[in-house]
T-cell receptor, first 108, second 119 residues
Framework: GIQVEQSPPDLILQEGANSTLRCNFS?????LQWFHQNPWGQLINLFY???GTKQNGRLSATTVATERYSLLYISSSQTTDSGVYFC??????????FGEGTQLTVNP | GAGVSQTPSNKVTEKGKYVELRCDPI?????LYWYRQSLGQGPEFLIY????????DSGLPNDRFFAVRPEGSVSTLKIQRTERGDSAVYLC?????????????????FGPGTRLTVL
């Protein structure tokens, strides 16, 4: 099956800093999603981005499908951005395969 | 309701018991998914329903696990003879699965999960 690798596994930032999270995948994908899992365990949809670039406030994402990677940018980070960020892909319009996640900690 | 809901939020049971976990998808969503998340890992796929039928159950770990969606909306995940290794957060997701042009669009939205603890 498809492999999804996220980096870095852990990231610690000071409030106000910028960061880039990466997701590499091993095969062509039909869809790609970025999620934020908050401390209560809820998976929050950030982006649905099988290709191209999208922006939502301080967050933006770019997927280069031909090179099999996606990037999530967080600018001017806030303590509420803390949590685990997951990349997930699907190859056939059905199940999602998740990466191991990036644990982000933003300190005040 | 606006989102996917799951009940109960927490379930503690004893080894060998039977449990049922319920998922209410977003109204109108035709596809429903169950995933399982162990501590420190990403969610792993269990089963996918399109309408009432299980379109892909290849992620179910063994025959103690079973899921139904009799009317194409609410789904129940059933676990028989629970084992300590079944302890995890069980997540449900739904989507409006369909073609957008030539591409299958399948953005999935997740519920808050049920935390299952088997003692």
């Amino acid at each position: 099956g498809i492999q999804v690798e996220q980096s870095p596994p852990d990231l610690i930032l000071q409030e106000g800093a910028n960061s880039t999270l990466r997701c590499n995948f091993s095969d062509s994908v039909n869809n790609l999603q970025w999620f934020h899992q908050n401390p209560w365990g809820q998976l929050i949809n950030l982006f649905y981005i099988p290709s191209g670039t999208k922006q939502n406030g301080r967050l933006s994402a770019t997927t280069v499908a031909t090179e099999r990677y996606s990037l999530l940018y967080i600018s001017s980070s806030q303590t509420t951005d803390s949590g685990v960020y997951f990349c997930a892909v699907d190859t056939s319009g059905s199940r999602l395969t998740f990466g191991e996640g990036t644990q982000l900690t933003v300190n005040p | 309701g606006a989102g996917v809901s799951q009940t109960p939020s927490n379930k503690v049971t004893e080894k060998g018991k039977y449990v049922e976990l319920r998922c209410d998808p977003i109204s109108g969503h035709t596809a429903l998914y169950w995933y399982r998340q162990s501590l420190g890992q990403g969610p792993e796929f269990l089963i996918y329903f399109q309408g009432t039928g299980a379109a892909d159950d290849s992620g179910l770990p063994n025959d103690r696990f079973f899921a139904v969606r009799p009317e194409g909306s609410v789904s129940t995940l059933k676990i028989q003879r629970t084992e300590r290794g079944d302890s995890a957060v069980y997540l449900c997701a739904s989507s409006l699965r369909g073609f957008s042009g030539r591409v299958m669009s399948n953005e999935q939205f997740f519920g808050p999960g049920t935390r299952l603890t088997v003692l």
